[in-house]
Nanobody
Framework: QVQLVESGGGLVQAGGSRRLSCAASRRTYGLGWFRQAPGKEREFVAAVNWRGGSTMYADAVKGRFTISRDNAKNTVYLQMNGLKPKDTAVYYC???????????????WGQGTQVTVSS
């Protein structure tokens, strides 16, 4: 079992920045961020492999968001810049011992943290 605890959500104005953190109870191969807006399906945001050398992003956030991980702390971060109202969602951290990618195939999920971007 891997426990994931997200933090860093909150209210931010459009154009602002926010950094989300996700602390894992132990190291895993793949770590990802997903988000779900009201009335919409959960969608992929970003993912990073265990070395941190390989990352992928959804087109909607490419160039604005950066995912990184600190293996010494078993923590993954999502730096979000240039936030837009359409980025408003609950953001979920996900982890898997064998998978790294953009699909919701991750075994472990956090409880989510709300990010609200005001216009």
């Amino acid at each position: 079992q891997v426990q994931l605890v997200e933090s860093g959500g909150g209210l931010v104005q459009a154009g602002g920045s926010r950094r989300l953190s996700c602390a894992a109870s132990r190291r895993t191969y793949g770590l990802g961020w997903f988000r779900q807006a009201p009335g919409k399906e959960r969608e992929f945001v970003a993912a990073v492999n265990w070395r941190g050398g390989s990352t992928m992003y959804a087109d909607a956030v490419k160039g604005r968001f950066t995912i990184s991980r600190d293996n010494a702390k078993n923590t993954v971060y999502l730096q979000m810049n240039g936030l837009k109202p359409k980025d408003t969602a609950v953001y979920y951290c996900a982890a898997d011992p064998n998978y790294y990618g953009s699909q919701t195939m991750y075994t472990y999920w956090g409880q989510g943290t709300q990010v609200t971007v005001s216009s």
